[in-house]
């Protein structure tokens, strides 16, 4: 599409996918292959374990946002170029039988005519998503491969285990992330997949929707992030316990120690399975009535018509929901991360060759970042004074590159030769999984 040119509605061949349940569905069954390969044991080459799949489904993933990012938004919008964008997401407008003013609300709310930068730096997400998958790929890679050098199964080093899961973090993330720019350029091109698949009746009624969408993303985020940090509390806490005995030089321990240490993990895992179900159900909620919505299932409770919302669409639903869940949400994170920060320092000398402080913030500073970025953005200049359109935009490209950042810093902190895996070869009494 030129600039001069006046772009036409366009249908795809194959239908537009709502990918946050998918991206969940996929982990789950996963993850699920995973616990049956472990509980039945199965001998298995190193390259069919889970991880292979992990990174195959992430790699299809990314090429169908990339699909979806070429054929429903740089197409169309000629790569989001000012003009050709608002040709586009006027003709739509014109094809609803919308008004002026509706224009007028779009130009101001969601053109990227005066935001060049923001325009170059969006489309620049992408790369850090392929970057991310690089490292996060490459990473899991050198741990399966001293996994088969001891010629074991992957279930039989538990440590490398966990920390091949918590490596996928920034890429569950950044998926997610990217998922949610392609969300804001569709706000912006004013345009949900094939234009006239899902019967959107304006462009205020899809950007409501596409911002539901926005959000659901980063909750799926959410979900893994608060399932690392219990891999990262069981990791830690079993790293201690493993300090303890071998100062103790027993295997036994005194009865009273014994019980302290079991108070204490038990304290400890429940504060993050607190956030991870919290998580979980906020997670699971928006992705009931995202989908339902996305798929037009029982229009009179999921529908999005702002003119006759479905009952889990009104304004006073979704206020009340927003509200309880981040309560929740509040409550929950500060019981899980503050649990795993008493235990970090209260016995930092004795898993001090754990290193346990890079490993804690990798895993954790995403939801840091999340959370300060949208309080910056909202006070700095001149980002205050944006809409939240293209706040929207801003942050989630922030995120994209924050998630490769977190790759890398995960790559200097979760090194595969580090010492305490050895920790593998003790026997702790009964041999119970880490999650």
Not at 298 to 315: D, K, L, V
């Amino acid at each position: 599409q030129g600039s001069g040119c006046v772009p036409t509605l366009r249908q795809r061949r194959l239908p537009a996918m709502y990918q946050a349940p998918i991206l969940v569905g996929v982990l789950v069954l996963i993850l699920g292959f995973d616990k049956v390969v472990q509980a039945y044991k199965l001998p298995l080459p190193i390259w069919l374990h889970y991880p292979t799949w992990l990174y195959l489904a992430f790699l299809c993933l990314t090429l169908m946002a990339v699909s979806s990012t070429y054929y429903d938004v740089m197409e169309p919008s000629g790569f989001l170029h000012p003009l050709t964008t608002e040709k586009y997401a006027n003709a739509t407008m014109e094809s609803d039988g919308e008004l002026e003013e509706t224009y007028a609300k779009w130009r101001e709310e969601a053109s990227l005519e005066d935001y060049p930068i923001l325009r170059l730096l969006s489309m620049s997400s992408i790369v850090w998503v392929i970057g991310t998958y690089a490292v996060c790929l490459v990473h899991s890679i050198l741990h399966l491969r001293r996994v088969q050098a001891c010629r074991k199964q992957v279930y039989d080093k538990p440590l490398h285990d966990s920390t091949i899961k918590i490596l996928a973090l920034p890429m569950v993330y950044g998926i997610m992330s990217y998922k949610s720019v392609i969300r804001a350029w569709e706000v912006i091109t004013n345009h949900i997949g094939s234009s006239a698949a899902h019967g959107y009746d304006s462009w205020e009624q899809r950007k409501r929707f596409l911002e539901e969408m926005y959000e659901t993303n980063f909750m799926v985020g959410d979900i893994y992030e608060s399932f690392a940090l219990l891999i990262f509390g069981n990791l830690i806490l079993r790293v201690m316990e493993v300090r303890i005995r071998e100062a103790e030089k027993c295997q036994t321990l005194p009865e009273a120690i014994e019980t302290v240490l079991v108070a204490m993990k038990k304290l400890t895992i429940d504060g993050i399975q607190l956030f991870y179900w919290t998580c979980l159900l906020n997670a699971g909620y928006l992705l009931l009535i995202t989908t339902m919505g996305f798929y037009k299932i029982c229009p009179s409770m999921f529908g999005t018509n702002p003119r006759h919302p479905g009952s889990f669409q009104t304004e006073s639903m979704q206020a009340a929901s927003s509200n309880f869940f981040k309560g929740a949400g509040f409550i929950a994170s500060f019981a899980a991360i503050g649990n795993i920060m008493k235990v970090e320092s209260y016995f930092h000398s004795v898993i001090h060759d754990f290193g346990p402080f890079w490993k804690f913030w990798g895993t954790k500073i995403l939801v840091s970042l999340a959370f300060l970025q949208s309080i910056l953005l909202d006070i700095l200049p001149p980002f205050s004074g944006w809409t939240a359109t293209r706040n929207n935009l801003l942050y989630a490209v922030l995120l994209c590159f924050e998630c490769f950042l977190v790759s890398l810093l995960h790559f200097y902190a979760w090194k595969h030769s580090e010492d305490w895996y050895r920790d593998e070869e003790l026997d702790l009494g009964p041999n119970e999984p880490l999650l």
